[in-house]
């Protein structure tokens, strides 16, 4: 099967590296792509956005499935333009993706269907949630825990241009539940945590992840049925109701609050950096799941997971979120993946054959073990490896999690 990957950051270097893998892709395509991506497959210099050109080159290339990583493209609608030309694609038409390019429409369907979730308020009074309705690559979202905070959340969400959207604050742990979907079947990964914050102890703002951790203490397989059931079956069933069915990953990201899990928001592809934490944790080969999710031949037991643990810790620019950083050389990444690291490109270039930042994400640096504890020690020997001035990471990825298992176990 020939696949182009739609994507040039950590999440879809991270599909690149599962895909290549699979005994049935006999092409790997990428647009753009980056350096780790292209050691694995063919990079096209056409853009996530550029629909006109990503229909021609899966023309030209005789593509049979493509994977859109990004969630823009989506919302814009090229999964509908490339569909329309008979090409299977993973990933949901404009319509579906509304469910992460409008927070309003997600929470009015959430509303519906019974789906648990935060309460809308009226006005932003601390304490409270400012959230930007429209895409904000993982910024938009501003925890008001005094009035100044939300007065000033108030004035940068509506900066970005589109409506806001004020919800109660939830307190509790978050975890990130994705789910192959094909239109009415929902088929979960393990969960997983993001740490969105930028600084340990969750300090600082937003950000788009600065790291992850699977499987999630406390919730087993009936528990992840259970939420499946209640959350992504009756999103399916609203959506395709309204002609839109779904049909890619759908990510639940979830509170889990004293009274009961609530959904925080939608996403409608893999999340970055979760996809680097999941995937190395799915056995045996994803190719064909993904096209039966593409063409609505999902079945009820597509994955298998291993029983160990992944841990990803992103290496950052010194300024992110605020701003990206470009042109500084990066070097030791051989010397982590000697030492057992997965190492995936999120925000890198070549410049006369070297390898330089180029983003505000740099790299993800993913660990595996047998514990959550031995792929943290992983996941951060393989960091100790890698040299970028002025880059930085958290030291506290999945610390509390390891540490609750060595509780456990001991």
């Known amino acids: 099967m020939k696949v182009l990957l739609v994507g040039s950051g950590g999440?879809?270097?991270?599909?690149?590296?599962?895909?290549?893998?699979?005994?049935?892709?006999?092409?790997?395509?990428?647009?753009?792509?980056?350096?780790?991506?292209?050691?694995?497959g063919h990079c096209h210099p056409v853009r996530a956005e550029d629909q006109e050109g990503l229909l021609a080159l899966a023309r030209e290339l005789g593509i049979e499935l493509v994977v859109v990583g990004p969630e823009a493209p989506l919302v814009g609608g090229l999964a509908d333009e490339l569909r329309h030309s008979g090409i299977a694609t993973l990933g949901p038409g404009r319509e579906a993706a509304r469910i992460e390019g409008s927070k309003s429409f997600a929470k009015e369907v959430m509303l519906r269907t019974g789906?648990?979730?935060?309460?809308?308020?009226?006005?932003?009074?601390?304490?409270?949630?400012?959230?930007?309705?429209?895409?904000?690559?993982?910024?938009?979202?501003?925890?008001?825990?005094?009035?100044?905070?939300?007065?000033a959340a108030v004035t940068e969400a509506a900066g970005r241009g589109g409506g806001i959207l004020v919800e109660e604050l939830l307190e509790g742990e978050e975890v990130s539940l994705l789910a192959l979907c094909d239109g009415a079947t929902a088929v979960a990964l393990p969960p997983a945590q993001d740490f969105k914050r930028a600084l340990d102890g969750d300090r600082g703002p937003n950000t788009g992840g600065m790291g992850a951790f699977s499987p999630v203490p406390g919730l087993d397989a009936s528990r992840i049925d259970e939420l499946v059931s209640t959350i992504h079956d009756v999103v399916l069933a609203e959506l395709a109701a309204r002609g839109a069915p779904f049909l890619g990953v759908l990510f639940a990201g979830l509170m889990q609050t004293t009274e009961g899990p609530r959904v925080l928001e939608f996403n409608?592809?893999?999340?970055?950096?979760?996809?680097?934490?999941?995937?190395?944790?799915?056995?045996?080969?994803?190719?064909p799941v993904l096209w039966r999710a593409a063409t609505g031949e999902l079945g009820a037991d597509e994955l298998e997971v291993s029983t160990g643990a992944a841990v990803t810790v992103v290496l950052a620019s010194e300024r992110y979120p605020r701003a990206g950083d470009t042109g500084t050389p990066i070097e030791g990444i051989p010397q982590a993946e000697a030492a057992g690291a997965l190492v995936f490109h999120a925000g890198t270039a070549l410049r006369q054959g070297d390898l330089v930042t180029n983003g505000g994400r740099i790299l993800g640096v993913t660990g595996r073990g047998a514990t959550l504890a031995e792929a943290r020690t992983r996941?951060?020997?393989g960091v100790e490896q890698i040299s970028c001035a002025g880059g930085r990471c958290r030291g506290d990825i999945a610390l509390e999690?390891?540490?609750?298992?060595?509780?456990?176990?001991?």
């Open 268 to 287: 409608a592809r893999f999340g970055d950096p979760e996809a680097q934490t999941l995937l190395p944790r799915l056995e045996g080969d994803l190719l």
């Open 401 to 410: 999690a390891a540490g609750a298992e060595h509780d456990v176990d001991g």
């Open 11 to 40: 999440r879809e270097h991270a599909l690149a590296w599962k895909l290549s893998q699979s005994a049935e892709c006999a092409e790997l395509h990428a647009a753009p792509g980056n350096p780790g991506i292209a050691s694995l």
């Open 115 to 151: 789906v648990p979730t935060a309460r809308r308020l009226a006005e932003a009074r601390a304490p409270c949630v400012v959230k930007a309705d429209g895409l904000a690559a993982g910024k938009g979202v501003y925890v008001c825990r005094t009035q100044a905070d939300a007065d």
């Open 379 to 381: 996941a951060y020997a």
